[in-house]
């Protein structure tokens, strides 16, 4: 069984920038692809960013793509989603998750394990 947590959500400003982490336990981690899903008020939950074990890495093209960088350290067993140049559209609850798939992948149903959750939100 693995446990995430997430965390460096907050309230930032429209250009602004954030870190969010999400440490993992209770699995190898290094054998797991994490993902970033977002979920806004009302909205269904969105694929935001993935990556495999190698470092690979996929993004939701046209929301995100060239502002957030997902990123790993596997010896510290967390996964990281750098978000820069945030805008209000990007307010929502941040979700991680891990996949035994090998590859990198973008579907809810393809993950595992989930995390709580951390808040992000962007003032105009």
């Known amino acids: 069984q693995v446990q995430l947590v997430e965390s460096g959500g907050g309230l930032v400003q429209a250009g602004g920038s954030l870190r969010l982490s999400c440490a993992a336990s209770?699995?190898?981690?290094?054998?797991?692809?994490m993902g970033w899903f977002r979920q806004a008020p009302g909205k269904e939950r969105e694929f935001v960013a993935a990556?495999?074990?190698?470092?690979?890495?996929?993004y939701d093209v046209g929301s995100v793509k060239g502002r957030f960088t997902i990123f790993r350290d596997n010896a510290k067993m967390t996964v990281y989603l750098q978000m820069n140049s945030l805008k209000p559209e990007d307010t929502a609850v941040y979700y991680c998750?891990?996949?035994?798939?090998?590859?990198?992948?973008?579907?809810?149903?393809?993950?595992?394990?989930w995390g709580q959750g951390t808040q992000v939100t962007v003032s105009s």
């Open positions: 990556i495999n074990w190698a470092g690979g890495s996929t």
């Open positions: 209770g699995g190898t981690f290094s054998r797991y692809a």
């Open positions: 998750a891990a996949s035994r798939e090998g590859l990198i992948p973008r579907l809810i149903g393809e993950y595992d394990y």
